[in-house]
C-alpha cells in the first residue's frame, strides 16, 4: 500500500522533519505509537527508509542512521530491528485506525512494526 503522500501539518520544513525524527525515534523505543492517522501514514515512508538502512548494519548505513536518530534508538534500530526484517523487503509498519480523539474528534491510529 503506498502511503507517501507529502503532508505539510502547518510547519516549516525543519520542524516538520523534528516531527518525523521524534515520532520515528517513539516507534523503534516502544514497538507500537498512537497518533493522528495522517502522522502515521506519513511516517510509514519515513521509517521504512531507515529500517531499511539498518539492514545493512554496516558502519556507513549505521552513520545515516545516526545522523536521523538519537543514540539509543540507532542501536537498537542496527542490533535488534534491522536483522529482524533481513528477509523482508517491505511492509515494516501496520497501521491500524482506532477511531476519534474526543477532546478535538482526530481521526486516530495505532502503527506499529510488523514480525
Avoid at 521504512?48 to 540507532?74: E, P
Avoid at 536483522?83 to 491500524?96: L, S
Amino acid at each position: 500500500m503506498r502511503r507517501g503522500k507529502l503532508r505539510k501539518f502547518g510547519k516549516v520544513k525543519n520542524k516538520r522533519e523534528a516531527l518525523y525524527r521524534a515520532l520515528a525515534t517513539a516507534l523503534v523505543d516502544h514497538g507500537k505509537i498512537t497518533t493522528t492517522i495522517s502522522k502515521a501514514k506519513s511516517l510509514a515512508p519515513f521509517i521504512s527508509k531507515i529500517i531499511t538502512k539498518a539492514k545493512k548494519g554496516d558502519l556507513a548505513a549505521t552513520r545515516l542512521i545516526a545522523q536521523t536518530m538519537g543514540v539509543k534508538a540507532t542501536r537498537k534500530l542496527v542490533k535488534e530491528i534491522g536483522p529482524r526484517f533481513k528477509d523482508v523487503t517491505g511492509g515494516y509498519t501496520r497501521i491500524i485506525k482506532i477511531g476519534r480523539r474526543i477532546s478535538d474528534s482526530a481521526e486516530m491510529a495505532i502503527i506499529e512494526l510488523t514480525k
